[in-house]
DNA sequence: CTTCGTATTTTGATTCATCAAAATAAATCT
DNA sequence: AGATTTATTTTGATGAATCAAAATACGAAG
């Protein structure tokens, strides 16, 4: 059984691994997103290489092997369940369940997460728009554009929204840019690094560029996606 | 924060102690039922006794404090509330819940676990009949008898049983003796170390003195007690 | 009262995950 | 190239939880 240490590794590898292609991700990213000191990055990786969870080369990165993703995808599983779980069956607000999904994660067995997965109707994201992983390992993450880039004046649908940040969620949902949502980007202003955006309900919001490029968006037509919290 | 570790030692002994007269366990029963080393089970309570959540007597026992108590039964209202959600809501056997929760219990967030209870319409009892101590760690342990001592030839409800072995539950759900069912006890053979117990359906099944003594009864006139499995 | 046996405590090691700080390699900048 | 900065790895230590095995205390039995 991998330790819940070794999980969160492998998670968090997933996650700063740029797509799937075989890029290493650099030891110090993994520290900082770890909340470790570097050498404790490096001595833990040594430890997954040995386990052949991942791929090491010292001064070069880390990588996943293929068992590496194999679990990394089904902690992500778990996690994006346990999510929506909390959301739909609970009623918890969705810019907590991160944070208890991750203490959740490692102690629901395949046993429950089945019935959860069935009990939701076998969803294919989490409340934040978060593509939910197969029993298999499976996940689908398609290519979206964001507030920051996508086109002027055509209605987009919110697809997924790119922070766990308790603070940012609140913002978000105060301003009716949960998933699901419809709304039109204004206008963007290169020099003040802001976005207009229009929402369905006739506000007008105005977002940073950087914040703007966490909110996914897709065409409206394509199918509803994600549960709106 | 309590370790799980610390946590699984303070219910363990909470379990332990004989009601809540002021008898110490000793460090043998401590150490057989956490499953470790006498040594270990040692050292560990001398680090619960430095926090103030046991009096430690070397050679004496152990028991736990006010605070361990409060504690331990903290971490039993988590035990038992995720049990009777994973039945009721997530629709597990009752005869598998107990190690499931026995994870889930040091993961649950009290936001969490204050929903299940709401959702649960504020439980008394687990589907085994153990009372589910209320958030302020107050419990209600009634006297009763079981069916080895109960009075011959009257209708009883099964009020509560006391093994978490999936194997005797099971036993127990199909001979039809879980929490909630009305039974005669017909015969003791003191001889036969047997008693024979007539269920409602006119079924007729023999228990032995010792599983007899594991499924406690009340006046059928009371309140209905825990959710049938 | 001495001896025996069992329960308990001590002692010394081990594993996991971590940090602090020193050592080293690689990259960057004159 | 040579010097300096930055990223990474090593090394040595720490705390939590554990075990194995030796030492010790206690109660019971002769």
Chains 1, 2 share one sequence.
Not at 153 to 159: D, E, H, K, L, N
């Amino acid at each position: 059984m991998a330790s819940s240490t070794v999980e969160n590794y492998l998670k968090q590898l997933y996650l700063e691994q740029p797509a799937s292609d075989g890029e290493m991700v650099p030891m110090g990213r993994l520290a900082v997103a770890m909340g470790v000191v570097p050498g404790t990055a490096t001595s833990m990786v040594k430890a997954l290489a040995d386990s052949g969870l991942v791929q090491y080369e010292p001064r070069g990165g880390v990588r996943l092997t293929a068992s590496g993703s194999q679990l990394a995808l089904h902690v992500l599983r778990r996690h994006r369940l346990v999510e929506l779980f909390l959301v739909k069956v609970l009623g918890l607000d969705w810019s907590v369940v991160h944070d208890e999904a991750d203490a959740l994660e490692h102690a629901i067995s395949d046993r429950v997460l089945e019935r959860m997965d069935v009990l939701l109707g076998h969803p294919t994201a989490d409340p934040h728009g978060d593509p939910i992983p197969t029993a298999e390992g499976h996940v689908h993450e398609p290519h979206r554009m964001s507030l920051a880039d996508c086109a002027l004046g055509v209605p987009q649908r919110i697809a997924r929204v790119l922070d766990q940040e308790p603070e940012f969620l609140q913002f978000v949902e105060r301003q009716g840019l949960v998933p699901g949502a419809i709304v039109t980007v204004g206008k963007r202003e290169s020099a003040a690094e802001a976005v207009k955006i229009l929402v369905r309900n006739g506000e007008e919001v105005s977002l940073g560029l950087v914040a703007a490029a966490k909110i996914l968006v897709e065409p409206p037509q394509g199918a509803a996606s994600a549960a709106a919290p």
